[in-house]
């Protein structure tokens, strides 16, 4: 893809100047975490937040990425590959398709110069939480069962209806499960969808999202495993099916650890 610039953001960054790539190139952020390097020789890519402010005073926080020569192989471009954020707004826009909550796309556009250059920005998810943290506070807090049940049961219909969709995070890790509590009620959303597939083989998809999942989701009990896979699935009672899944995710942890 070319370019992409919501409209409702767009009136935002060209009040405010913003609204040309090399403006946002250019801008003096502080990476959230170390910049990735590699891919090629000059290859490098960081996350940074920005903050806006809108008409009516609020301050919005939103996350940039650039990166410049850091590419990633597609079935369309296996060798040269595309920018890794332009492979990571094409899943996003595929997952809005599917209605799997995802972070909302603010703008993406990528340029030729000393190589290849690309920038995506997304609203920062205010007021969510990763799922790993979230599970130790929940542990500290002795959260009482009906609120973990339905924690664990919205991740796992979430889960459940990506997979469902013929979608493939391939990055199903905790820290990857944001979510937000508004009541009783739990929302999620996934994020950092650089490597999600679409169209492989079913149980290939289910059976490596799941294992990812269960191998790093610490401080889950047996009885909360056990509770998604009854949403995961939508029943009281595993099938034939199930099982099979269960004793594929459980011998593929096996042989990583």
């Known amino acids: 893809m070319k370019s992409f ?3 409702q953001w767009q009136k935002v960054f060209l009040k405010q100047g913003l609204a040309d790539f090399e403006i946002l190139w250019q801008l003096d952020l502080t990476p959230l975490d170390k910049p ?8 490098w890519s960081s996350v940074c937040a920005m903050a806006l402010k809108l008409d009516n005073g609020l301050i919005k926080k939103l996350i940039i990425k650039r990166q410049q020569n850091h590419n990633s192989c597609t079935a369309r471009h296996p060798f040269t590959g595309i920018p ?3 492979k990571e707004m094409v899943s996003i826009l595929r997952y809005n398709r599917q209605n799997i909550p995802v972070m909302k796309p603010v703008y993406f ?17 205010d007021g969510f939480i990763a799922l790993d943290k979230l599970v130790k506070e929940r542990k ?8 973990r049940n339905n924690l664990i049961k919205v991740v796992a219909q979430c889960v459940s209806r990506m997979h469902s969709s013929g979608l493939m995070h391939n990055s199903l890790y905790p820290k990857h499960i944001f979510i937000k509590q508004e009541g009783d009620v739990f929302l999620v959303r996934l994020i950092d969808l650089e490597k999600s597939l679409q169209g492989i083989f079913a149980l290939n998809r289910r059976v490596r999202d799941l294992e990812s999942l269960h191998r790093r989701a610490e401080g ?6 056990i509770r998604f896979l ?15 899944l269960c004793r594929q995710i459980i011998k593929k942890t096996g042989n990583k650890r």
């Open 36 to 43: 990735n390097r590699g891919r090629s020789r000059d290859g």
């Open 230 to 244: 009854y949403a995961y699935f939508n029943t009281d009672r595993l099938d034939k099916y199930a099982k099979n």
């Open 84 to 86: 890794t954020f332009e």
């Open 140 to 147: 500290s807090a002795a959260w009482p069962r009906n609120k």
């Open 5 to 7: 610039f919501d409209p």
């Open 220 to 225: 889950w009990s047996k009885a909360d495993r």
């Open 109 to 125: 556009a990528k340029r030729t110069k000393n190589g290849v250059q690309a920038i995506l920005i997304t609203e920062f998810l």
